[in-house]
């Protein structure tokens, strides 16, 4: 089997993991809790280490989250700076780190761990979806191999963003984003998606005889036609990228166009399943898992995403076809000093707004 190796390859056990070390804390509870009883579930937002919140995680959770989604940092070799207004005041503050050095040995070494963390925390039905791009999806898809077994690879999906501009001097402009899908076992979760043609399209009608597909015929003998107004997806999806114009819009960077996780989500799960995406940025995998009448665990260890993803939930009162609201939110946290004092600030009761340009 082809192994990937890398500078100071460490390999991660997880039985050598001790969960009661780590501790997140109720540090909020957002949204109304009235029309719930006492026993309902909360969905679950982490502000922290994917590597801690799994952890955390897995004494509750292990072999129970239906589908995982997550959109890591691509290893572009660029960090992502927000320009952000709170209050009165315009600044610029760090968003998320994307350069990992040369020879992304720490990069990969993060992505092993946390991806045997997820599959520990993965149903045996489950799937894993892993959204990536040009610079390391052929890496990452050899260490998926090494988790999950090279028989569990199920699609990449082609996702085609016509409409952003990319120069490509010296090659081919770069417009689309691999998305692999493994899954756990051998028998998974696995919904048929269709979609609907630009127009409509004349069939033959077909129907089984005996086993064997043959055109169906009027009583003239003349061969049957219908009308076809949808086709099954295949695995080269053309969604645009969100643009500014759009209600969905958070400004925050990478953000992810809804209509691509509302498909990977409808094909991964069913209402009611238990959807997690460890590296939720503005949350667009919580608020289309929401609608969907999914339930779900959120992470991000930037306070800006966390409060991103919030204020989306309220600002837009996502809507679900259970209560015409949202379901609570438990926002969770480790409280350490620095997290303490940002808590205690009322740093995520305030409004803030992500500017374009720089
Ligand atoms: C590509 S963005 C995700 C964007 C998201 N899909 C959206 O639609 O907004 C990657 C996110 O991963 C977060 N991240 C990176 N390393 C992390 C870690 N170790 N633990 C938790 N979050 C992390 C970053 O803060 C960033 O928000």
């Not at 691509?74 to 600044?91: P, V």
């Not at 003239?220 to 076809?228: C, D, L, Q, T």
């Not at 969100?242 to 958070?250: H, L, N, V």
Request: proline fraction near 3%; hydrophobic fraction near 40%.
């Amino acid at each position: 089997m082809v192994r990937l190796t890398w500078g100071n390859r460490k390999e991660f056990n997880i039985d050598g993991i001790k969960t009661n070390k780590i501790n997140f804390e109720r540090i909020k509870l957002i949204g109304d809790l009235n029309d719930f009883s006492s026993n309902f579930w909360l969905n679950q937002l982490f502000w922290g280490d994917n590597k801690l919140v799994m952890i955390f995680l897995l004494s509750e959770f292990t072999g129970k989250i239906n589908l995982i989604y997550i959109d890591p940092p691509f290893a572009t070799g660029s960090n992502y700076i927000l320009k952000i207004r709170m209050g009165g005041n315009i600044i610029k503050e760090f968003g998320y780190k994307d350069n990992w050095g040369k020879n992304l040995d720490i990069y990969h070494q993060m992505m092993y761990e946390r991806l045997i963390l997820m599959k520990e925390l993965l149903a045996s039905n489950g799937l894993i979806i892993i959204h990536l791009d040009w610079h390391v999806s052929h890496y990452i898809r050899a260490i998926l191999d090494e988790i999950f077994g090279k028989e569990r690879f199920v699609n990449e999906i082609i996702w085609y963003y016509y409409n952003k501009y990319s120069a490509g001097k010296n090659n081919l402009p770069r417009a689309h984003d691999n998305i692999l899908i493994y899954s756990k076992g051998r028998s998974y979760t696995f919904n048929e998606l269709r979609l609907k043609r630009d127009k409509p399209i004349k069939q033959l009608m077909r129907e089984s005889v005996n086993g064997v597909l043959k055109n169906v015929k009027d009583e003239n003998g003349h061969v049957k036609y219908r009308i076809v107004h949808d086709k099954k997806a295949d695995d080269v999806w053309r969604i645009p990228c969100i643009q500014p114009a759009s209600s969905e819009w958070t400004g925050y960077p990478t953000q992810k166009h809804p209509m691509l996780l509302e498909r990977l989500i409808q094909i991964g799960s069913n209402e009611g399943d238990l959807i997690a995406d460890f590296f939720c940025g503005s949350g667009t995998t919580l608020h289309v898992a929401e609608r969907l009448n999914r339930r779900w665990i959120g992470c991000d260890n930037s306070k800006y995403a966390i409060s991103i993803a919030i204020q989306k939930f309220l600002k837009q009162r996502v809507t679900n076809s259970r209560d015409n609201d949202f379901y609570p939110i438990e926002l969770l946290a480790l409280q350490n000093e620095e997290t303490k004092k940002i808590i205690k600030s009322g740093f995520f009761d305030k409004k803030i707004e992500i500017l374009r340009g720089k």
